[in-house]
């Protein structure tokens, strides 16, 4: 296996997780503070994966090349978590949650693909996108 899926395939483990974990959060419990919870182990993780990737930048580094990009991250993220865990409270199916999800996501981000970022789409991936849209039709119909 090439080395460049690993990453990929980490994303899709975490994605894996992190669902399963979203849907298993009591229904009673808070879910803001669920979510500072989550963050809190995020932060414990990321400091010890620091030390098995570490960088040629210190920390406060790092802090002077501060720009909007990182703070709309945690932003992103946020909403992602916080709507994620309220459709599961409110009875969301969690294949059919993720892959809306993923499939909006994906869709949202291909003009943005094409116009900031000057990417191109092949008949392949514009043949994709029909499909997906197609998957999208069906997976919200009752």
């Not at 298993?24 to 979510?35: E, G, L, R, T």
């Not at 990737?53 to 946020?78: C, R």
């Not at 997906?132 to 069906?138: D, H, N, T």
């Amino acid at each position: 296996m090439k080395l460049n899926y690993l990453p990929l395939i980490l994303a899709i483990l975490g994605g894996v997780i992190y669902h399963i974990s979203q849907k298993s959060i009591p229904h009673n419990s808070n879910p803001i503070f669920a979510v500072i919870i989550a963050y809190i182990a995020g932060i414990l993780i990321l400091s010890c994966f620091y030390f098995l990737y570490p960088s040629d930048k210190t920390f406060l580094e790092t802090i002077k090349e501060f720009n909007w990009s990182m703070v709309m991250v945690g932003v992103g993220a946020s909403m992602i978590e916080i709507g994620v865990l309220l459709a599961y409270r409110v009875g969301w199916n969690i294949g059919i949650t993720s892959t809306i999800m993923g499939a909006s996501v994906a869709l949202l981000l291909i003009p943005v693909g094409i116009i900031i970022y000057k990417e191109q789409l092949s008949i392949w991936n514009l043949l994709g996108v029909l499909f997906c849209v197609i998957g999208l039709a069906f997976l919200v119909k009752k």
